[in-house]
């Protein structure tokens, strides 16, 4: 969409005129909910294109040692926090770490039908073009935050997270939501996106942009990261067709072009 030379749409007035016509602006809200509800209402093509990926989730039965397999599709990945787990590399490890279960919270096997202990593992059987994540910083009731720091690099690999070979496996770091506040009602959001075209990095501060260095980011331990942007390093953004997004019978007001 930046290299294209074709009319644009205020994102202004598409959020407050189709999606949040009727929601109370004045409360702090949360950004990564917002974001799910604009998916609400785009093209799922476009969305399953870009964003999707699917998780595997791998149980093993400790009685009949049989495995079962489930596949779950996200389009936001979810990591906890936690204080001593302070990269995103470490938060992945332990996403892909074997979790085992006891007969405090055994599990019914779909193989012998006996609630029992196992194990269970998670991994990506796909992988989307941007891969969302979302560090979770908030608790259930939205009304604690976790100031833990984290560091994370412009560069993520995610090869030996995968149950199976991908095409891509390769991110480039594009953009990052801060949130700056105690809580989930309470604070202030800050945006540092990568232009495509030159490879300069900006940051949105309400009405103020403003060019930025992203070292100033990386190199320092800091608590308010809440959502990463990763980008395929194949970069297939491009649609080969222009596709609209508001859905089927409602007004077109985003287009997508290669």
Not at 17 to 42: G, V
Not at 69 to 82: D, R, V
Not at 121 to 129: M, N
Not at 152 to 174: A, M, R, T, V
Request: a positive charge; charged letters at 25%.
């Amino acid at each position: 969409m930046q290299k294209s030379k074709l009319p644009y749409i205020s994102p202004v007035m598409f959020v407050f005129e189709e999606l949040y016509s009727t929601h109370n602006f004045i409360e702090q809200q949360d950004a990564s909910e917002y974001l799910l509800r604009l998916f609400q209402h785009l093209d799922v093509s476009v969305i399953k294109k870009i964003f999707e990926f699917n998780i595997r989730r791998t149980m093993t039965c400790k009685l009949c040692e049989k495995t079962s397999l489930a596949i779950e599709s996200h389009n936001i990945l979810p990591l906890p926090l936690n204080k001593t787990l302070g990269n995103l590399t470490n938060l992945f490890d332990k996403f892909y770490q074997i979790e085992h279960f006891t007969e405090e919270n055994a599990y019914r096997c779909q193989h012998c039908q006996k609630i029992q202990a196992g194990k269970i593992q998670l991994s990506f059987e796909t992988l989307p073009t941007v891969l969302i994540i979302l560090l979770k910083r908030f608790r259930a009731d939205g009304k604690n935050k976790l100031n833990y720091s984290i560091q994370y690099n412009e560069i993520l690999d995610l090869k030996k997270y995968c149950s199976i070979p991908q095409d891509i496996s390769s991110y480039q770091l594009y953009g990052i939501i801060c949130h700056v506040g105690t809580s989930s009602n309470v604070g202030h959001y800050i945006a540092y996106y990568k232009d495509q075209l030159n490879d300069t990095w900006f940051k949105a501060n309400d009405h103020q942009i403003t060019k930025y260095d992203i070292k100033d980011i990386l190199n320092k331990r800091r608590n308010n990261e809440y959502m990463l942007f990763y980008v395929s390093s194949l970069n297939k953004l491009n649609i080969s067709k222009k596709k609209h997004i508001a859905g089927k019978g409602k007004k077109q007001l985003i287009f997508f072009y290669s």
